[in-house]
């Protein structure tokens, strides 16, 4: 998959000797937990003979240089996240209907963590559950409250819910979490 997608950008890579590139990839035969725009995101430059790793502003100068043939993550509307404050991530990553944020430290150009949104954790706790499992997914004592009314409309329905692949799970789950 990584050849089929990234064979494009040989050229992009020439200019960069001794460099590892980083992509996340979406492609329609691999679907992720929650829907994402297919194609090659740019998130990653690594120095294969130190192991260091190009700032996020490295990261997009390259990007930049590359007439729009890499793209970038963290974006919204056209402006990037990188100056929002914890307290304003927090609040964003309670609504987003996307898998979240890598976390990072600019004055120390550092990543610090991943910060998942409750939407991508929910939908892959149970679309993934193989069905031996599920019950003790299902059990609301070990849940949070948040969790409570999906856990009783797929006990509801565990009989279909178990029929379904991971794909009809996530459509299951979605269409009860967009009533809510």
Not at 8 to 28: A, G, M, Q, V
Not at 76 to 97: D, M, W
Not at 147 to 164: G, M, Q, T, Y
Request: aromatic share 14%; net charge negative; proline share 3%.
């Amino acid at each position: 998959m990584a050849r089929e997608h990234c064979c494009k950008f040989e050229e992009i890579f020439k200019r960069y000797p001794n460099k590892t590139f980083l992509f996340e990839i979406t492609d329609e035969s691999d679907p992720h937990i929650v829907e994402e725009e297919l194609g090659e995101t740019f998130i990653g430059l690594i120095d294969v003979k130190t192991g260091a790793q190009e700032s996020e502003f490295e990261l997009d100068k390259i990007a930049a240089s590359t007439d729009g043939a890499l793209k970038r993550p963290f974006y919204k509307e056209g402006e990037q996240y990188l100056k929002t404050s914890f307290a304003e991530l927090k609040n964003i990553v309670k609504e987003a209907k996307f898998e979240g944020f890598m976390v990072y430290i600019p004055s120390q150009n550092d990543f610090c963590f991943k910060m998942k949104t409750p939407y991508y954790l929910v939908n892959k706790f149970f679309a993934r559950s193989k069905n031996e499992a599920l019950s003790g997914k299902l059990d609301k004592t070990k849940l949070d409250e948040e969790f409570h009314p999906l856990v009783d409309h797929i006990k509801a329905n565990e009989r279909e819910f178990k029929s379904l692949d991971e794909q009809g799970k996530l459509g299951f789950i979605k269409e009860f979490l967009e009533k809510i």
